[in-house]
């Protein structure tokens, strides 16, 4: 596994709700610098833990990571709080389009330049609206009341206001119509390519996710339980029937077929 | 028709006055959810405090600038030592808690100051009435109305046009997502202290200065809560308007109701026109209606 410089490393980390509740059972990622790597998994895995006990948004929750270690930029981040971890850098697109909904579009991108060092708010602004045109047209609108692309849009927009380093992106297709979801999409490998952001990509989508990362792990219940290059992972027969929806079977098939439990007891040992 | 003109000006501008306080309430309770019971107090503590600077030499004007700073200091105070602990409790509990806090303040204020009517001496502004047309007005009375309406234009503008000020509406908006951008909530519902503080006190201020501090002037503070109810609790524009309206009614109501219903109908009037407007505007003039995509 050859990898440039790695800008976020989670080694091993356990994360526990309320003390008592373990959610994370060893958690290890890699993200290299001005990469894209993908976390796939089903509901209730872990995935969005993970992206906040990299943000420090699960301290809001009663969360805190118990054991293990997230190292950003070599640096140690997982005792800090959110605002300081957001202001080195690394910026949660938190899941289901959480926009400022009373403040209009432009009012949301200027909350991310709350944290802006160089440059100012207007070529902020500027950049957003390079790519996100339509935030233009949209831009003195009550956020609460544009559409759902839109409101992705804004969201991703007001991530990149902050001048981030690393983007943790939750779910940014939930809820969206295909054609959405492309354009969403290829914004991001672009915003990935030009403004050499690192992201970090959490999906359902499996496939989508597949196509815009070159590397991916998959988590289940609170473990990692396979990580390779997404060409590798698009591959692989178990992916294939569980994530991507094209089991080798073929035809109809009954659920007793299908031996999900067995399965995903071998990836576990 | 004098009269009608008189209560109409008197109105008006104890009304400014009241949205100034009005607005420092709804700032709190934009950025924390919290209704803040002590605010009267608050009022009563700025109003102190000018005098305090007064008294010792400092003039009127300065003595209000110095009062914006005291104000942000204990604004500041007041959010660390009480209500930072209480971030993610119940919200009624922090209500609670400013309760008890205006009971603080209430004994503070006796024990510093003790409880005899204060006087601006001399009186700051000329009481007796100049005359503009038909219009007889204090200047106390309209110098207070211009001071207010200037730092309502400050905080107004300071609220939508800096970073500040839009951090903390996202932070009333969504405290997560705001979060997530570097946007501290801690300091935020401080800088809604430290802002809720200085208007109160400037408020309290200027309304010591037209009938002289007492407790009553705490009273007063309290006034504004139908204000902030009518304008819509979240609205700054609603603070505002809510302030004026309250001044007006109950200068109006004072002047022509007095005589049916002797002895103040003046302070329960507001309070009766905010249960009655509610029955049909239960989010006030201007709150927030929640915003659901359906």
């Not at chain 2, 104000?71 to 602990?85: A, C, Q, V, W, Y």
């Not at chain 2, 408020?203 to 501090?213: E, F, K, P, T, V």
Request: hydrophobic share 50%; with cysteine; aromatic share 10%.
């Amino acid at each position: 596994m050859e990898r440039s410089e790695a800008i976020l490393k989670i080694n091993n980390i356990e994360v526990k709700y309320h003390e008592v509740i373990l959610v994370l059972k060893g958690v290890s990622i890699e993200v290299p610098r001005g990469g894209i790597v993908a976390l796939l998994g089903a509901n209730g895995a872990g995935k969005s833990t993970t992206l906040k006990a990299i943000s420090g948004l699960l301290k809001t929750e009663d969360g805190e990571v118990t054991d293990g270690a997230i190292e950003y930029e070599g640096k140690r981040i997982h005792h800090e709080g959110a605002a300081k971890i957001a202001k080195a850098g690394i910026i949660q697109v938190i899941e289901g389009r959480r926009v400022f909904e009373h403040l209009t579009v432009e009012e949301n991108l200027k909350v991310g330049a709350h944290l802006r060092k160089t440059g100012s708010v207007k070529e902020g602004l500027q950049a957003v609206y390079h790519y996100f045109p339509r935030l233009l047209e949209k831009r003195s609108e009550t956020a609460g009341f544009v559409s759902g692309g839109e409101q992705q849009m804004t969201v991703v927009g007001r991530a990149l206001m902050t001048e981030p380093k690393l983007v943790l992106l939750d779910e940014p297709s939930m809820g969206l119509a295909p054609m959405l979801i492309h354009e969403i999409f290829n914004i991001i490998m672009k915003l990935n390519k030009e403004e050499k952001i690192s992201i970090l990509l959490v999906e359902q989508n499996a496939k989508l996710a597949l196509s815009v990362a070159p590397y991916a792990y998959v988590m289940e219940t609170g473990r990692i339980v396979m990580d390779d290059t997404s060409e590798q992972l698009s591959q692989n027969e178990d992916i294939k029937d569980f994530y991507l929806g094209l089991g080798d079977r073929g035809g109809k098939k009954s659920f007793r077929d299908v031996k999900h439990y067995k399965r995903r007891k071998r990836w576990l040992s | 028709m004098e009269l009608f003109f008189m209560s109409l000006t008197t109105g008006l501008m104890v009304g400014g006055i009241y949205a100034l306080v009005a607005l420092g309430w709804v700032l709190i309770y934009k950025c924390s959810g919290v209704l803040n019971l002590a605010m009267g107090e608050l009022t009563l503590i700025g109003a102190y405090v000018t005098y305090t600077f007064h008294a010792i030499g400092v003039p009127f004007v300065p003595a209000v600038l110095l009062t914006l700073i005291v104000g942000i200091i204990l604004g500041f105070l007041t959010e660390r030592i009480f209500l930072d602990k209480l971030i993610g409790e119940p919200i009624l509990a922090v209500i609670m808690v400013t309760v008890g806090l205006s009971f603080f303040l209430k004994g503070l204020i006796g024990y510093i100051w003790g409880s005899d009517t204060r006087v601006f001496t001399p009186p700051i502004f000329d009481i007796k009435p100049i005359t503009v047309g038909i219009l007889k007005i204090s200047p106390v009375y309209l110098w207070s109305f211009i001071l207010s309406i200037v730092l309502l234009i400050v905080f107004v503008a300071f609220f939508k046009y800096t970073r500040w000020g839009l951090s903390m509406q996202a932070t009333a908006d969504d405290e997560t997502a705001a979060l997530s951008l570097g946007v501290s909530a801690r300091f935020v519902y401080a800088a809604a202290w430290a802002i809720a503080f200085m208007s109160a006190g400037v408020g309290g201020a200027l309304l010591g200065n037209i009938n002289g501090i007492n407790i009553s002037v705490g009273h007063l503070g309290l006034l504004v809560l139908p204000a902030v109810v009518l304008g819509g609790l979240n609205s700054v524009p609603g603070a505002i308007v809510g302030g004026i309206m309250i001044g007006l009614l109950q200068n109006f109501s004072g002047t022509y109701l007095d005589a049916y219903f002797p002895g103040g109908v003046k302070e329960i009037m507001p309070f009766a026109f905010m249960a009655v407007f509610l029955l049909f505007k239960p989010y006030g003039l201007w709150g927030w209606e929640r915003i659901e995509r359906v």
